[in-house]
């Protein structure tokens, strides 16, 4: 039993030997050492209070799903549509053309961007829906000119 005793007592006392530095009266530290210790420990200190954000902060972080760059809208014809499809998203005042066969992207020109987006199908609103910070919606127009919108949550 004192075996165990000795042996856990003797670990302790090697583990903290190389966390104690300072010079405790006896002169056995060097001054040197232990100002340059306290410098990095405090260096140290301050690289992890810049690197993580107090817990009140109240702004968000941009998510990848919601960023300036991210698609707000996608809007595809199919090649067999005749007719004439716009897109139109209102907070960017963006009226695009989307021909036959081809696919159409806006994409968010702010961080957590909300919009209004309509598709009009031969001069006819097919679509109006609201995207909100946090969704995009794909939009497909089938041949007979009919619009259906997938949503998509992020």
Known sequence: MRRRQLLSTSALSVALSGCLVGDFGDRTGDATQASNATETATARTSDSATETPPPDVSTPECWPAMCEGSTLVEAQVVGGFSGEVVLRATCQNKEVPVPPGETVRIKRGVDAQ?????????????????????????????SNGDVTARWVVQ
């Open 114 to 142: 909300v919009c209004s987006v309509d598709v009009v199908v031969d001069g006819e609103q097919a679509f109006s829906g609201r995207v909100s910070s946090h969704q995009s919606v794909r939009l497909k127009v089938d």
